[in-house]
Every structure is written in structure tokens, then in C-alpha cells.
């Protein structure tokens, strides 16, 4: 079993920007693929980016430019850097693990928080 902190939800102004980050349990995140989404109000869930345990990274077109993700192994750590804030980024934020590369989806999931993009 697999469990993911996510740091704190916050709100910010917009232009702003925010680190959002995610501490996995386990002994083998270095091969986990490791992912950011989020939920605006009434809308689907949504994929924002994904480092995975190949090296390889991508990010939404929504948010290419403003966003970068990165991990670190030794802290089993991933981090979401979100700069340029936008009231359309408010949203419930997710990481998310998916432990086996055979899965087409993730398979464990951060609690969420919220963040808050102010005009």
C-alpha cells in the first residue's frame, strides 16, 4: 500500500505562483510513475503532468509554460511548480502514483487540496 501527503492547499492572486508538493510512502518510488491532476468545480478531472519513472515528463497544454513538475528519489518526493496563476487554475489538486507500468491508470491517489486562484 502506497500512500501520498500532499502539502497544504492555498489561495493566491493571480499572476502568482505556488509549490505544491507530494511525499509518497514505499521503498521503491523511484519506480513509480508519478502524476498531477485536478477537479474544477463542476467539471471532469483533469490531467495537468506526469513524471514518470523512465525520466520522461509531460504537461498539459492548459498549463505548458507555466507549470513544470519534477521528483526527488531520495525524498520520495514529487513537486508541482505552478507559476503564472490564472483564476482558471482554481481547482482540487491530486498526485497520484501508479505503481506497476503494466496499469493503464493510477492506482493511488493523494487526499487533494484545494488552491485558489484570485482575480
Known amino acids: 500500500h502506497v500512500q501520498l501527503v500532499e502539502s497544504g492547499g492555498r489561495l493566491v492572486q493571480a499572476g502568482g505562483s505556488l509549490r505544491r508538493s507530494c511525499a509518497a510512502s514505499g521503498r521503491t518510488f523511484s519506480s513509480f510513475d508519478m502524476g498531477w491532476f485536478r477537479q474544477a468545480p463542476g467539471k471532469e478531472r483533469e490531467f495537468v503532468a506526469a513524471?514518470?519513472?523512465?525520466?520522461?515528463?509531460n504537461v498539459a497544454d492548459s498549463v505548458k509554460g507555466r507549470f513544470t513538475i519534477s521528483r526527488d528519489n531520495a525524498k520520495n518526493t514529487v513537486y508541482l511548480q505552478m507559476n503564472t496563476l490564472k483564476p482558471d487554475d482554481t481547482a482540487v489538486y491530486y498526485c497520484?502514483?501508479?505503481?506497476?507500468?503494466?496499469?493503464?491508470?493510477?492506482?493511488?491517489w493523494g487526499q487533494g487540496t484545494q488552491v485558489t486562484v484570485s482575480s
Open positions: 513524471f514518470r519513472s523512465s525520466g520522461s515528463t
Open positions: 497520484a502514483a501508479r505503481t506497476d507500468y503494466r496499469l493503464r491508470d493510477y492506482n493511488y
